[in-house]
């Protein structure tokens, strides 16, 4: 069972950019594909981004494409995304989560999240 912490989350302008990361509190995550994902106020979660545990195989949601990066680092055991041009409507919680399975936009397939970090746009 991994364990996954959220940092990097805060207040920013729109057009402005942030970095979040995903830390495994304990065991090694390397071995899985690490997923981010997004909840609004009121909103259902919503699938960002994924990247497979050896980094070949990376997905965005079309909202996000060509605005944020994930990545990962398998020494650290982290996850990153690097989000740029941000806009009021990627304010959200954002959440990372990890899977067994091929990088995907279904929430079922992730079996463990984080707590999620603030994400605030502002206009």
């Known amino acids: 069972q991994v364990q996954l912490a959220e940092s990097g989350g805060g207040l920013v302008q729109a057009g402005g950019s942030l970095r979040l990361s995903c830390a495994d509190s304990?065991?090694?995550?390397?071995?899985?594909?690490m997923g981010w994902f997004r909840q609004a106020p009121g909103k259902e979660r919503e699938f960002v981004a994924a990247?497979?545990?050896?980094?070949?195989?990376?997905y965005y949601a079309d909202s996000v494409k060509g605005r944020f990066t994930i990545s990962r680092d398998t020494a650290e055991n982290t996850v990153h995304l690097q989000m740029n041009s941000l806009k009021p409507e990627d304010t959200a919680v954002y959440y990372c989560?990890?899977?067994?399975?091929?990088?995907?936009?279904?929430?079922?397939?992730?079996?463990?999240w984080g707590q999620g970090t603030q994400v605030t746009v502002s206009s």
């Open positions: 989560a990890a899977s067994f399975s091929r990088p995907s936009r279904t929430l079922s397939l992730y079996h463990d």
């Open positions: 990247i497979s545990w050896n980094g070949g195989s990376i």
């Open positions: 304990g065991r090694t995550f390397s071995s899985y594909t």
